[in-house]
């Protein structure tokens, strides 16, 4: 290491290169104040503050572009889980309504299928 170290002090660049990667942080932690996302359509107010901190150069380009990514892949995230449940709701409704109509062509002398009863 000592060696490395006087190669570089000499005006070796590709030495210099080397101890300087081995030593820096390959990324540096960025701070940008991002609005909470409790929705899929908040993530355009983050893209937002990650543009504002690039125009103001608190990140750089490239870090706006890993926090970009990270932004939309948790807005998709949201959007799935918003429609998961959208979907539970509709497939349940659509049970009541196929246990209602299979009640309504039968002979009737059961009650009615309590989903559709308590509605």
């Known amino acids: 290491m000592r060696k490395a170290i006087d190669l570089a002090k000499a005006g070796n660049v ?15 932690p960025v701070h940008v104040n991002l609005p909470a996302m409790d929705r899929a359509d908040d993530a355009v107010d983050a893209f937002g503050a990650i543009l504002n901190a690039v125009s103001t150069a608190q990140i750089t380009p490239g870090q706006a572009a890993a926090l970009a990514t990270l932004v939309a892949n948790y807005a998709r ?12 709701k509709i497939e349940r409704e659509l049970k009541a309504v196929r246990e209602m109509d299979a ?3 039968s002979d009737r002398r059961a009650p009615p299928p309590r989903s559709a009863a308590s509605r």
């Open 103 to 105: 009640w309504l062509l």
């Open 77 to 88: 995230a949201i959007n799935v889980h918003e429609l998961e449940i959208r979907l539970d």
């Open 14 to 28: 590709q030495m210099l290169k080397f101890l300087l990667s081995y030593i820096l942080p390959k990324e540096r």
